[in-house]
């Protein structure tokens, strides 16, 4: 079984992202890039799924500018076997990710599609469920435990509720919650490898994918910002405090 | 004129109070507003849906296929029942985030995720990069709008006047038998739910153990609320996953959230930064929690969290 994993660049999950002044979008220059967490958690099921013999190959898919190959040299050192690099310089909705990697999935015809539960950027969480829509097959989003056997796999979803345990048909779409497993370092040998490992460069224009129906945003701002509070010295200080709010 | 449906959302045959607030931010969009309700026995939650106030229809479809809500099965429901709408909503749940983006997808439309503010009926402000950034984005003309509700950034809808009618409806729809539900493992819980409760005592890493997570319970339990915890103490496993309050778990707002051990990093924060007021108790006093905590007390928790629970008791 071949295992398809969405693999995105981001603005790395320490980094306090600043509003430009005049509301026009995010200071990013200079600002540190890293794989999205959640999809790291993705490759790391998948590549462990490969090493118990379940999958036999595991191939991550980044959509960007040609500058994103060296992230997606990162993947390929964690272990993944190859990358495909789907170039754009336009950003990329979610909407459009989907399409895009339907267009992969009937190329290259994977079992399972791992993909994050969000990216951490636009936080969004939607990708993985509209690739599941539009391919017509079942989706086990927010997935803390995935297990593969005949033709199924089982998945527990981390669900407002607690732990919700689904069995779905494959080929199917699951996405990541944080617990699903830890992610492995990459060793510097691994690095070197990764230097021999294929990737396949296609154009977005050339999957036939129109974006016309995007969201367009207008105005960026900063959230707003709470008051600076008060430290009290003790605890009478502060059930006094929250009583004279009317909160005890 | 628009015309908005909400997608209820409903466990063990009780309306979940997220709908309510779906409801709340619709009369902000403006226009008629139906509930959808899709249930093996939808009775029971199309009434409470129907007493909403600002609801004008409740439309209610009976499938046995609907037992549980898989996403898979309710979306070409959604989407055969959402003909003729300008907006479609559901809460920004797990429920929600489940099911909307495969509503958006099979309707082949962009969707607006935690939707926050009503700019008009086609722009909304919504949150990225944890909340740190704010974004007013405009859904194109001539397209249904398909949307997931911030619940902390909108209040419950109370109990209208009279109840809305109720219109049963069914569907002609292949459903896919692809995605079966197996189990629900749900801590049953007294305590009043994380996502509505007006007061939250949640913990953190510092306390250490899943033994001393108890320390909370007490605490909680003195003032009624409900607990949450943070990233690092659920990944710890002192307490399960559904407790987690942040970026990528419950974003609430609560009229009171404490803090307990809990350094707060800002992952953590945008879950709690629309609560009325925070209280935060660290030991460290350089932790980030104490920049947005209204009151703040330096000191060892297992010492100050005892003695507040036996000062409020």
Redesign the interface.
């Known amino acids: 079984m071949k295992i398809l994993v969405g693999y995105k660049r981001v603005v790395d999950y320490n980094v306090r992202i600043q509003v430009k002044p005049d509301g026009s979008g995010v200071i990013s220059d200079g600002v540190k890039l890293s794989p999205n967490p959640f999809d790291e958690i993705a490759l790391e099921e998948a590549l462990r799924l490969r090493e118990h013999g379940v999958a036999s190959e595991v191939v991550i898919v980044g959509i960007g500018p040609a500058d994103l190959q060296a992230h997606l040299r990162n993947g390929l050192a964690m272990g993944a076997n190859r990358a495909i690099h789907v170039s754009t310089s336009d950003v990329v909705q979610p909407l459009s990710a989907a399409r895009v990697l339907l267009k992969l999935v009937e190329k290259e015809q994977p079992g399972l599609v791992i993909l994050g539960k969000q990216a951490i950027d636009d936080d969004s969480n939607q990708t993985g469920q509209m690739l599941a829509a539009l391919w017509g097959r079942p989706q086990a989003t927010f997935a803390s435990k995935l297990g593969i056997a005949d033709g199924k796999a089982t998945v527990v979803r981390e669900v407002d509720a607690g732990l919700e345990t689904l069995e779905v048909d494959l080929p199917a779409v699951v996405t990541t919650d944080l617990r699903l497993n830890e992610p492995r370092f990459i060793k510097l040998p691994d690095i070197m490898k990764a230097k021999s490992k294929p990737i396949e460069v296609i154009e977005l224009a050339a999957l036939g994918i129109v974006s016309g129906d995007h969201l367009r945003t207008t105005h960026y701002a900063p959230p707003p910002r709470r008051g600076k509070g008060v430290m009290v010295k003790d605890v009478a200080e502060l059930v006094a405090a929250l009583k004279t709010r009317g909160l005890v | 004129m628009n015309k908005i449906l909400i997608v209820a959302e409903h ?1 063990d045959g009780k309306l979940n109070p997220a709908t309510a607030r779906c409801v709340s931010c619709a009369q902000r969009i403006g226009g008629d507003i139906e509930v959808l309700v899709l249930a093996a026995t939808p009775d029971a939650v199309a009434q409470a849906a129907a007493a909403l106030d600002g609801v004008t229809r409740v439309r209610s479809v009976a499938h046995p296929a609907n037992v549980h809500a ?3 099965v309710l ?1 070409p429901q959604v989407v055969a029942a959402a003909a003729g709408f300008t907006h479609v909503l559901a809460p920004s ?3 929600g ?10 309707l ?7 939707l926050m503010q009503v700019e008009d009926a086609q ?1 909304f ?1 919504r ?14 003309g001539g ?1 249904t709008v398909v949307a997931t509700v911030r619940t902390a950034s909108w209040p419950e809808a109370r109990a209208g006047a009279t109840p809305a009618p109720i219109e049963n409806l069914v569907l002609e729809v292949a459903l ?1 038998t ?10 049953k819980s007294d305590r009043p739910d994380l ?1 509505s409760a007006s ?1 939250v005592v949640s913990g953190g890493r510092a306390l250490g153990s899943a033994e001393n997570f108890k320390l909370i319970y007490a605490l909680a339990d003195t ?1 009624g609320a409900a607990v949450g915890a943070s ?1 690092a103490a ?2 710890a496993g002192y307490v ?3 407790m987690q309050v942040g ?2 778990g ?1 974003i609430i707002a609560p ?2 959230y404490l803090a307990i051990g809990i350094s707060g990093a ?2 953590h924060l945008t879950g709690i ?1 629309d609560a ?4 935060a108790i660290n030991k460290d006093a350089e932790a980030p929690i ?9 000191g060892d928790l297992f010492k ?1 969290v005892p ?2 629970q036996q ?2 008791g």
Do not use: C, W
């Open positions: 466990h898989l996403a898979a979306a749940t797990t429920f985030k489940d099911l909307m983006p495969r509503v958006a997808a099979l082949g439309v962009a969707q607006v995720s935690d722009r402000v949150p990225i990069y944890a909340g740190n950034a704010l974004i007013t984005v405009q859904a194109p397209q896919p692809h995605t079966r539900f197996v189990a629900l493992e749900s801590g996502q007061r003032l990233r659920v990944d399960p996953s559904d970026q990528t419950k009229a009171l800002i992952q930064k009325g007021t925070i209280v104490f920049e947005i905590a209204d009151f703040g007390l330096v100050l003695e507040l000062a409020l």
